[in-house]
């Protein structure tokens, strides 16, 4: 930030001192010092603000992480709370950043039926969620929000329930787990596999699209949002119907029925988690 703001306004004052070298000659004052601190940190903000992104992303590239666990560390400083605008829009960048990593937990606790190593997968990213989401909130509370207008003390309320819906992503992804490990003793059929990752797969849409809202909002990817949350809804209810009259019928084992309606509803509870998260973007605009 402080290289490309001296680079700019440095080139500029240059230009200026060749065409008025009697200015460049004059003397300073503390107070002109002053000024000139303050103006250059205003001008350079307003021309930076808009690659804020993309500034995370080459401070990324500089300093890359040398073990997984780093790169999954949130990139927040105290010195930006002096800028309340730039320090919440690191927030927003962090949020979608550990709504990342939710989407990987959807994914895990699908291959949960699948794949036996999921289950280390999904602890491991359960623990990173938890760890990554108190930062955040830590940081959150270091802001003074009288310096914030009306729409941005929104933004942050917004942006403390995001974290909240996220993480209650995070722990019924874990609660999938426990009923998965319940059943690893019961042979599951193909077909409720694949129910599992039907509507795993809406659930996982559900959040993602919500993501793509906050980061680009285009409330117009509300529709996709809603598309798949219907979708979520539609399956749970299916299968829930034809799960109960299969275990009336004596055609499905009751036991087995009760873990795998708990895990259907699960996925329905994430998918509404994920419309929440929406729903916050959609008021902002």
Known sequence: FNIIGSLIVGTVIWIYFALNPAVAASNVSGTSLALFHTGFNIVTTVLLF????????????????????????????????????????????????????????????????????????????????????????????????????????????????????IERISVYCSHIMDRAKDMLDIKISENEREDINTISHHAYKTLKYALRLREEGDVEVFEKVEKHEDSVDAIETDLRSRYMKRMLDNRQGIENGILFLDVIDYYESISDHAERLARYTLQEA
């Open 50 to 165: 808009p690659f804020a992104n993309l500034l995370v992303k080459i401070a990324k590239r500089i300093i890359p992480a040398h073990e997984e666990e780093s790169a999954r560390r949130p990139i927040l400083d105290d010195r930006l709370l002096e800028t309340p605008l730039i320090a919440l829009q690191t927030v927003f960048q962090e949020i979608l950043n550990l709504g990342s990593m939710a989407l990987e937990s959807i994914t895990y606790s699908r291959d949960l039926f699948f794949d036996e190593s999921a289950f280390e997968k999904l602890s491991k990213n359960k623990a990173k969620i938890k760890e990554y989401k108190n930062e955040i909130t830590n940081y959150l509370e270091k802001f003074d929000a009288s310096y914030l207008t009306p729409e941005q003390q929104l933004q942050m309320q917004h942006s403390i329930l995001a974290l909240n819906n």
